[in-house]
């Protein structure tokens, strides 16, 4: 059979060169662009068209057998004709590359393939007018296809382009054809044919070409919405599909945001990526906050292992922003997942100083809503308590809001801060008075007050006040703090009085503390205020006391003799049988007891020591016992009247020697 056409004419400009147009399935004219429709008429049977496209349609689908049939029909009509020889090149290339044959009938038919195609590039270089119509004629993207994959594979770049003009994507049928058309767009780099071909989503194999669409093609806004188009159409994915998301997601050379897009599709899947891969390689990335919204809530949704929920709590806590972090735990806490904190995860939010009071505390609360252990509980306020870093008006604000959420706290820890911790300065006093509103066991305290007055590091300013509030509450103090307390100059003295007061209506002992301050305090430490507090209450008092208190102390002239005549009665030693080691004029090492003591020593005036000497009952006798003099025996009386004549005695010591007949 011969086929000829008629000679055709653009009705407007009756130019003779045409190009086919897709859409319209016309022909344009090359000079005007005017669409017209081609003729063709034929002598004879008008069969070996429908041969030709039967046997490519059997090479699209791999019926080989049959395509070998239908090409012995075209030989015996036309052996010459093009449509015949384009068939057999077709044939040929498929039997080399999947034909399954041996490799000497692969060089035979590759002896034939050469043979045919360069009887057809005899024809030229581009397709023939003849063959443009038969292009037209097969009205089959498969052919089509099969003929876009034939010319590349022999590079007729010329003929690949015409027919792919004839090419519609939708209309291709065969995944194995659609399979080898993808491969070509990605070797091609024509992406825009590969998202053609993907969107033939029924007849095609998803996953294959998922993996190509992940691998292969560029990151761009296509890529992202074919993966979500392809994730959609797909409902077959397994949890043995998880390795390939997760490669992409940790390999892939797209951008974060990208994979930030696709990968809450992804984890709609059973295949998501772990939990980990997307923290490590995208949401930990990501600054867009949105995205990051959108990724965590699928996530979040689904049904996570213990490990993975520990992650994203710990992400959340430490790497988030305020509204993220609150989003993120909102929505744990929604989810059927479990969520387990632990005490530092509470101590991270108190310690970011990124966030204000406000913020700390919200997130604070979203936090225990879940069910939270006491003892973690205990353990993240009491390192705040003591190893917060926030500013002193900070932590006030936080601590009064942690103690309002608490039932208790550890007495270690209670004790550790009011001993140890100067963080809160000033605010110190009001979170001590807020911690004892707690529901707290005083008896385990017994110690505290006076451990914190001998060991605290607190300004003079402040441990006042904390004194105050803990003997308020109610806490007592041994005989050693009050002493101590007693000392602290800074503090003025009518408070320390107050305090000192304080301390007795808790049960402290007046008669330790007056023994123990009176042999404790050096003569510049001496205070009347507080010695008159103690005198007034004490029942008894040691010699030693009772001495200091005569040589060293200088007390209120008015005030000295009653308290000297007090002390007596408190004594159960008398002034001439407490013995005295002094050093006088800074030589003469002397044993006596304390009348003569005071006579040789004494600095006050002589008013005054009149009144001490006649309060100590000092007459003739008690001061004119023997004594020892750096290893000597002495009368008192003789060593004063040698004392005297060298001029060694101070007139008021002389006053009271005459006073007792002495001189």
Sequence with gaps: MSVSYVVQKCTSCAGTKFDYDKETKMWRCLYCGALIERHEQVDTMFTIKNVVRQALL???????????????????????????????????????????????????????MKKNYMELKSLGDTPTEEEKILYEFFDSSEIIGVLILMYDSLNAVARRDAVMTYFDAASVYSMELNSSLINFSVKNNNFELFSQILHNVDNINKKSVMKTLLQKCPDNENKVKDVLFLIEKDEE??????????????????????KGRIAPAMCKTPARPSVECLMDKVISRLDDQQLVYELMSVLI????????????????????????????LKMLYESENFVEFNSSHFSEILNRDDLDADNKKTIIDEMLRFEVPEKVKHRFVSDYLCDGYDEPEIRLDILSYLFSVMDDLPTNSVEKYIISCVTDRENKPRIIELMFTMNLNLSFFHQTLSNYILSSADTFAVKKDVMYILFQIGLKVNAKACVTMLMMQAIPVEQRIDLLRMAKASGVNYDDVMDMYMNSINSSQFESGIFGELIQSATRITGTALMRYVLEFHDLPAAKTGSISKMLGMSYLSPDTINCNIIFNGRDKINCNL???????????????????????????????????????YKFKKFVSMKNKTGELSETTKVLCSYCKLL
Excluded: H, P, W
């Design 58 to 112: 059997d090479v699209a689908y791999k019926r080989m057998d049959s395509a070998q049939n239908n090409l012995v029909e075209c030989k015996k009509i036309d052996s010459r004709y093009v449509g015949t020889i384009i068939a057999e090149i077709a044939y040929e290339i498929n039997m080399i590359v999947g034909g399954g044959i041996s490799r000497a009938e692969q060089q035979n038919y590759f002896s034939m």
């Design 237 to 258: 994915y397994s949890e043995d599909d998880q390795k390939l998301f997760e490669a992409y997601i940790k390999d892939s050379d797209d951008s974060v945001v990208t």
């Design 301 to 328: 949704s689904n049904r996570l292992l213990d490990v993975e929920t520990a992650t994203i709590v710990n992400y959340s806590i430490v790497s988030c922003g305020y509204d993220t972090c609150l989003q993120n």
């Design 595 to 633: 009348i003569q003591a005071y006579i040789l020593l004494t600095t006050e005036d002589t008013q005054t020591s009149l009144g001490v000497l006649n309060a100590l009952g000092g007459n003739k006798n008690s001061a004119g016992y023997d004594m020892d003099v750096s290893g000597m025996r």
